[in-house]
């Protein structure tokens, strides 16, 4: 009668006779060995594994650019202009003569700091403004009139009429995107503070004695900063995407530093016949995004399990 | 003997996760008469409101897996189409949630959701089903439900919204009804009311009642039959009398006794509350022997090694114990 | 029922929430969340308040515990008064009373180590000499409530729920308090770990000789905890008693009906149920007279106009009621029979 298997020390004499015994219940869906370190990391988290698989690949291109078989991106070469893509250029040449591989490339560079720059600016300003918002109800309310203001304008406007003012650089354009994202930021920050202040753990700091300053920092701020970095990574995904239009309408990245908004503007008079110097950079520029992206998202669902099997 | 209404048999209800498989509900059987109420009870993560998910198959599979048979009117569920599950959702069998706020559908009015089950399984007209639906009001006992009838969820009290929901369950007449912990969410006052009603409601409709909760009061007031579950399983059985006067499993017995009764001052029955020590195991490992025996007071080797099997206890009372029976034999 | 000192005193306590609405956010109107509450309670001694979902018993809680200014009213705890003290000065005095929440997930800060967590109160009102000994008092805090010393080098999410709530009342304890608020400090809790929980809540009273304001729903597991019962209506006291006193011979026909209302896990028992009509009304438009008139089963003409006050009877049971001012064998609380199944057993 007995199908058990039984414990091992277990003498199977002390089991009288006539005993109900319980029938083993079969396996409905095959075992899950439960795994931990890189794989179970993989297996929990497949999203956030991918993207950053992708974006570490990004930042190794953009930082290794020099050692991988690339040329002096802004050497020009008259002679050789508009060339397909074939062994010697990979990605072909643009209409001087430069070579879309080891452009694309360094392209990467100028997205890849222009992503994490205004990711990290934005976040650490919107952190603070919506912070101090969201324990100051006079600042609050002044803060975020102003914030709801610069909201009205879409942030690809805000970013041209910034740059506009400007000389075309780098920095520049970090500083314009980081302006026109911070509102964006300070708001979710200033929402999460105003939730967190009404969680019971907070109000039993109040009741321990917990000074207001140091409620701030130690119950308020760290728990802000799990959906913080979900959004800074689509600030930085955004903030790419709006270099490569400033770049690509003129008024962003200068055109001696390539940048993958730089490229594309060159090759869009050439777009119909020679499709590929446009090609190149987008499908690299659409990569880093969905990198970003996908990281963003398997964070999320790291963050909060619940909403991710609701989604 | 006729055939039960309901007869779940073996059901195994298993949920992939990265950390092993989660066995929620690990070979569970039991039976529903026409027009009976049977509660399941037990504490949460017994399974309780898989269990009832599983019968109207809305556990997503994947990640989910169900197995066994369940048994209505004597087709088995598990093996119908799901154009024929739908049929049998919310018409023959159909189910009240514990949350009536996010169980209604917030933009449409009362009325809609009452009239779109009886569209939508009876094909009535529009106006037959307005109609229908003032009258299932009425019978929930809503005040003027020719114009609650017209109101959106939100415009209503936790106490009317569960009323509707208890409408929207009954529209169709259906043979069995599912209510998972229908008045945990409210106050006593209301839950009062709704036990009132649902008592009322069975005998004017005759629908059979699977009554999941984790309140033993709840239990007493309206069950006939009850289920004990522990980690995934069943652990006793009895009517509802048998299993209050004398449970045999230690942990029903636990469970009874951990709860205070109201009037104890009163008795002078002023003593501790009886503790269950320690957790609930966890549902992805398999456990060897009793699943009880880590927080048995009683448990012996035996039971570490064995798992007992269901066994009758008494007349229409099992109870998978090993030293349950020794009791009984004594007795 | 003792003669120990008074703790915490409450008197004409009201807490009005502002409605605003409109562009401008002006005040539409007040949520009447808590309306004239008085009560005391002595060392030692459990006071529960009882009541339904929005009647106001929580926000008596947070405003006793000044967690938002109040309305109105005076608190006294232990002789002084701090409805009116300054948030500064009012600091050092919070450790005498502390609060044990409901939800033993959102109760606790996810980032911080329990050590940390029972540690903060000990360092804000300076309890530990030096850190060895915020150790030696979090070890201690961690040993009263039952929970293995390792527990402090762990995080919170790494705990059941009734562990959870083990740290939370740790914490309430590494403060050395007087005064304990449990708002519904057991209701998340399963059945068997909430007993787990009352009853090291009933022996770490009687150790340390607490005053406890137990806030709760549960009318079976307040008479098991309580000395003395206050039962609230949409903001106000309606009816105050020792347990005997309240759940023996309730004077009030909303405590009546609360009773009967129970579910007793007893399928012997046979009750007459007092099954109260309709919704409680809304506190933002209190009824007139008694706010109790509404659903009230003996409701008289009187009642839509007068509001009776709290008023002792010969024990010393208070309630709020016109019916007591009828002569005694008119009064139909004081004469049924059954009317509460333990007093038919």
Same mark, same amino acid.
């Given at each position: 009668?007995?199908?058990?298997?039984?414990?091992?020390?277990?003498?199977?004499?002390?089991?009288?006779?006539?005993?109900?015994?319980?029938?083993?219940?079969?396996?409905?869906? *095959?075992?899950?060995?439960?795994?931990?370190?890189?794989?179970?990391? &993989?297996?929990?988290?497949?999203?956030?594994?991918?993207?950053?698989?992708?974006?570490?690949?990004?930042?190794?291109?953009? #930082?290794?650019?020099?050692?991988?078989?690339?040329?002096?991106?802004?050497?020009?070469?008259?002679?050789?202009?508009?060339?397909?893509?074939?062994?010697?250029?990979?990605?072909?040449?643009?209409?001087?003569?430069?070579?879309?591989?080891?452009? &694309?490339?360094?392209?990467?560079?100028?997205?890849?700091?222009?992503?994490?720059?205004?990711?990290?600016?934005?976040?650490? #300003?919107?952190?603070?403004?919506?912070?101090?918002?969201?324990?100051?109800?006079?600042?609050?309310?002044? &803060?975020?009139?102003?914030?709801?203001?610069?909201?009205?304008?879409?942030?690809?406007?805000?970013?041209?009429?910034?740059?506009?003012?400007?000389?075309?650089?780098?920095?520049?354009?970090?500083?314009?995107?980081?302006?026109?994202?911070?509102?964006?930021?300070?708001?979710? &920050?200033?929402?999460?503070?105003?939730?967190?202040?009404?969680?019971?753990?907070?109000?039993?700091?109040?009741?321990?004695?917990?000074?207001? *300053?140091?409620?701030?920092?130690?119950?308020?701020?760290?728990?802000?900063?799990?959906?913080?970095?979900?959004?800074?990574?689509?600030?930085?995904?955004?903030?790419?995407?709006?270099?490569?239009?400033?770049?690509?309408?003129?008024?962003?990245?200068?055109?001696?530093?390539?940048?993958?908004?730089? #490229?594309?503007?060159?090759?869009?008079?050439?777009?119909?016949?020679?499709?590929?110097?446009?090609?190149?950079?987008?499908?690299?520029?659409?990569?880093?995004?969905?990198?970003?992206?996908?990281?963003?998202?398997?964070?999320?669902?790291?963050?909060?399990?619940?909403?991710?099997?609701?989604? | 003997?006729?055939?039960?209404?309901?007869?779940?048999?073996?059901?195994?209800?298993?949920?992939?996760?990265?950390?092993?498989?989660?066995?929620?509900?690990?070979?569970?059987?039991?039976?529903? =008469?026409?027009?009976?109420?049977?509660?399941?009870?037990?504490?949460?993560?017994?399974?309780?409101?898989?269990?009832?998910?599983?019968?109207?198959?809305?556990?997503?599979?994947?990640?989910?897996?169900?197995?066994?048979?369940?048994?209505?009117?004597?087709?088995?569920?598990?093996?119908?189409?799901?154009?024929?599950?739908?049929?049998?959702?919310?018409?023959?069998?159909?189910?009240?949630?514990?949350?009536?706020?996010?169980?209604? =559908?917030?933009?449409?009015?009362?009325?809609?959701?009452?009239?779109?089950?009886?569209?939508?399984?009876?094909?009535?007209?529009?106006?037959?089903?307005?109609?229908?639906?003032?009258?299932?009001?009425?019978?929930?006992?809503?005040?003027?439900?020719?114009?609650?009838?017209?109101?959106?969820?939100?415009?209503?009290?936790?106490?009317?919204?569960?009323?509707?929901?208890?409408?929207?369950?009954?529209?169709?007449?259906?043979?069995?009804?599912?209510?998972?912990?229908?008045?945990?969410?409210?106050?006593?006052?209301?839950?009062?009311?709704?036990?009132?009603?649902?008592?009322?409601?069975?005998?004017?409709?005759?629908?059979?009642?699977?009554?999941?909760?984790?309140?033993?009061?709840?239990?007493?007031?309206?069950?006939?039959?009850?289920?004990?579950?522990?980690?995934?399983?069943?652990?006793?059985?009895?009517?509802?009398?048998?299993?209050?006067?004398?449970?045999?499993?230690?942990?029903?017995?636990?469970?009874?006794?951990?709860?205070?009764?109201?009037?104890?001052?009163?008795?002078?029955?002023?003593?501790?509350?009886?503790?269950?020590?320690?957790?609930?195991?966890?549902?992805?490992?398999?456990?060897?022997?009793?699943?009880?025996?880590?927080?048995?007071?009683?448990?012996?080797?035996?039971?570490?090694?064995?798992?007992?099997?269901?066994?009758?206890?008494?007349?229409?009372?099992?109870?998978?114990?090993?030293?349950?029976?020794?009791?009984?034999?004594?007795? | 029922?003792?003669?120990?000192?008074?703790?915490?005193?409450?008197?004409?306590?009201?807490? %009005?929430?502002?409605?605003?609405?409109?562009?401008?956010?002006?005040?539409?109107?007040?949520?009447?969340?808590?309306?004239?509450?008085?009560?005391?309670?002595?060392?030692?001694?459990?006071?529960?308040?009882?009541?339904?979902?929005?009647?106001?018993?929580?926000?008596?809680?947070?405003?006793?515990?000044?967690?938002?200014?109040?309305?109105?009213?005076?608190?006294?705890?232990?002789?002084?008064?701090?409805?009116?003290?300054?948030?500064?000065?009012?600091?050092?005095? !919070? !450790?005498?009373?502390?609060?044990?929440?409901?939800?033993?997930?959102?109760?606790?800060?996810?980032?911080?180590?329990?050590?940390?967590?029972?540690?903060?109160?000990?360092?804000?009102?300076?309890?530990?000499?030096?850190?060895?000994?915020?150790?030696?008092?979090?070890?201690?805090?961690?040993?009263?409530? !039952?929970?293995?010393?390792?527990?402090?080098?762990?995080?919170?999410?790494?705990?059941?729920?009734?562990?959870?709530?083990?740290?939370?009342?740790?914490?309430?304890?590494?403060?050395?308090?007087?005064?304990?608020?449990?708002?519904?400090?057991?209701?998340?809790?399963?059945?068997?770990?909430?007993?787990?929980?009352?009853?090291?809540?009933?022996?770490?009273?009687?150790?340390?000789?607490?005053?406890?304001?137990?806030?709760?729903?549960?009318?079976?597991?307040?008479?098991?905890?309580?000395? !003395?019962?206050?039962?609230?209506?949409?903001?106000?006291?309606?009816?105050?008693?020792?347990?005997?006193?309240?759940?023996?011979?309730?004077?009030?026909?909303?405590?009546?009906?609360?009773?009967?209302?129970?579910?007793?896990?007893?399928?012997?028992?046979?009750?007459?149920?007092?099954?109260?009509?309709?919704?409680?009304?809304?506190?933002?438009?209190?009824?007139?007279?008694?706010?109790?008139?509404?659903?009230?089963?003996?409701?008289?003409?009187?009642?839509?106009?007068?509001?009776?006050?709290?008023?002792?009877?010969?024990?010393? %049971?208070?309630?709020?009621?016109?019916? %007591?001012?009828?002569?005694?064998?008119?009064?139909?609380?004081?004469?049924?029979?059954?009317?509460?199944?333990?007093?038919?057993?």
């Amino acid at each position: 009668m007995s199908a058990t298997a039984l414990p091992p020390g277990f003498d199977p004499a002390q089991i009288p006779p006539g005993l109900a015994i319980a029938q083993p219940m079969p396996d409905v869906l *095959p075992p899950v060995k439960p795994r931990k370190g890189f794989i179970g990391f &993989v297996r929990r988290h497949p999203t956030m594994a991918i993207g950053g698989f992708l974006l570490l690949l990004m930042l190794c291109i953009a #930082i290794f650019a020099p050692y991988l078989f690339t040329k002096d991106p802004t050497a020009l070469a008259p002679a050789l202009r508009t060339r397909e893509p074939s062994a010697r250029w990979w990605f072909g040449t643009d209409m001087l003569g430069r070579d879309v591989y080891s452009r &694309v490339l360094y392209g990467a560079r100028v997205s890849l700091l222009v992503g994490f720059s205004v990711a990290i600016l934005a976040s650490v #300003i919107g952190l603070f403004i919506g912070i101090v918002a969201g324990f100051n109800r006079v600042v609050d309310s002044i &803060v975020m009139r102003v914030m709801d203001g610069l909201m009205s304008i879409p942030s690809i406007l805000l970013a041209i009429a910034l740059m506009a003012l400007t000389r075309g650089s780098v920095q520049n354009v970090i500083i314009a995107i980081t302006i026109a994202d911070v509102p964006r930021v300070s708001r979710l &920050v200033r929402g999460v503070v105003l939730s967190l202040r009404e969680q019971p753990y907070v109000e039993a700091a109040v009741a321990a004695g917990t000074r207001t *300053p140091v409620i701030m920092f130690k119950h308020i701020l760290p728990n802000t900063l799990a959906p913080l970095t979900v959004q800074a990574t689509y600030v930085c995904a955004a903030a790419m995407i709006t270099e490569a239009i400033l770049s690509f309408i003129g008024a962003g990245t200068p055109p001696i530093i390539p940048s993958w908004g730089n #490229i594309m503007a060159e090759g869009r008079a050439l777009w119909q016949v020679k499709p590929y110097i446009v090609f190149f950079p987008a499908i690299f520029l659409s990569i880093t995004v969905l990198a970003v992206n996908l990281l963003g998202d398997g964070l999320r669902d790291a963050i909060d399990p619940r909403l991710a099997k609701r989604l | 003997m006729t055939e039960p209404l309901l007869s779940v048999e073996n059901l195994q209800t298993h949920f992939r996760t990265p950390d092993g498989v989660n066995r929620a509900v690990d070979g569970i059987t039991f039976h529903v =008469n026409a027009g009976e109420t049977v509660a399941i009870v037990g504490e949460s993560g017994c399974g309780k409101s898989v269990t009832s998910m599983s019968i109207l198959r809305l556990i997503p599979e994947p990640p989910g897996k169900i197995a066994g048979a369940i048994k209505f009117e004597g087709r088995d569920l598990l093996k119908l189409s799901d154009k024929e599950m739908r049929k049998i959702r919310g018409n023959s069998i159909s189910m009240i949630f514990q949350e009536p706020m996010t169980s209604l =559908n917030p933009v449409l009015t009362v009325g809609r959701q009452i009239g779109e089950t009886l569209r939508l399984h009876q094909g009535m007209s529009a106006s037959d089903a307005e109609k229908k639906a003032i009258e299932m009001l009425e019978l929930v006992g809503i005040p003027e439900p020719g114009r609650r009838v017209k109101e959106y969820p939100h415009q209503l009290s936790g106490g009317m919204r569960q009323r509707v929901m208890i409408a929207i369950a009954l529209a169709c007449n259906p043979k069995l009804l599912i209510a998972d912990e229908p008045t945990t969410a409210l106050d006593v006052t209301i839950q009062a009311q709704i036990l009132d009603l649902m008592r009322d409601l069975k005998r004017r409709v005759g629908a059979a009642i699977v009554l999941i909760t984790h309140d033993l009061g709840v239990v007493a007031e309206v069950a006939e039959r009850v289920i004990v579950m522990y980690a995934g399983r069943k652990v006793e059985e009895a009517p509802v009398g048998k299993l209050f006067a004398n449970p045999r499993h230690p942990y029903t017995r636990g469970l009874l006794g951990s709860v205070p009764k109201l009037g104890s001052s009163l008795t002078g029955h002023e003593e501790r509350l009886a503790e269950i020590p320690g957790l609930v195991p966890s549902l992805k490992k398999k456990i060897d022997g009793c699943v009880f025996a880590g927080r048995c007071a009683e448990a012996t080797d035996l039971c570490r090694a064995v798992a007992p099997a269901l066994e009758t206890k008494g007349p229409e009372h099992v109870a998978a114990c090993h030293y349950a029976l020794k009791e009984a034999a004594a007795a | 029922m003792s003669t120990a000192p008074v703790v915490l005193e409450v008197s004409d306590l009201k807490k %009005h929430f502002p409605l605003r609405g409109g562009l401008l956010g002006t005040t539409k109107g007040y949520v009447y969340a808590v309306d004239g509450v008085s009560f005391s309670i002595r060392r030692g001694e459990t006071l529960s308040l009882v009541g339904e979902s929005g009647c106001g018993k929580s926000t008596v809680g947070k405003s006793v515990l000044r967690l938002f200014p109040l309305t109105a009213g005076q608190v006294v705890l232990d002789g002084k008064r701090i409805d009116d003290m300054p948030a500064s000065s009012l600091r050092a005095l !919070r !450790r005498k009373m502390q609060v044990v929440f409901q939800d033993p997930f959102s109760s606790l800060n996810p980032r911080m180590r329990v050590r940390d967590i029972i540690a903060e109160p000990i360092l804000n009102f300076g309890l530990a000499k030096d850190s060895a000994d915020v150790d030696r008092r979090v070890a201690k805090a961690l040993d009263t409530v !039952r929970l293995p010393t390792d527990a402090a080098g762990r995080w919170p999410h790494e705990f059941s729920g009734g562990q959870r709530q083990r740290i939370g009342i740790a914490r309430a304890l590494a403060a050395e308090p007087e005064v304990i608020i449990c708002d519904e400090a057991v209701s998340a809790l399963d059945v068997s770990v909430k007993a787990q929980v009352v009853n090291l809540l009933q022996d770490l009273q009687k150790e340390l000789g607490l005053a406890m304001l137990f806030i709760s729903h549960d009318l079976a597991i307040v008479e098991h905890m309580t000395h !003395r019962v206050a039962v609230m209506y949409l903001g106000k006291i309606v009816e105050v008693a020792e347990k005997k006193s309240l759940f023996g011979q309730p004077r009030h026909p909303y405590t009546e009906a609360l009773l009967s209302a129970v579910p007793v896990p007893d399928p012997t028992a046979k009750r007459d149920r007092i099954v109260l009509q309709g919704d409680v009304p809304s506190p933002i438009r209190p009824p007139s007279g008694c706010r109790f008139h509404t659903r009230c089963p003996y409701v008289m003409p009187r009642c839509k106009t007068e509001e009776p006050l709290l008023k002792p009877d010969a024990t010393g %049971h208070l309630a709020a009621c016109h019916l %007591h001012d009828l002569p005694e064998a008119e009064n139909p609380l004081l004469h049924k029979t059954g009317a509460t199944a333990f007093r038919a057993a």
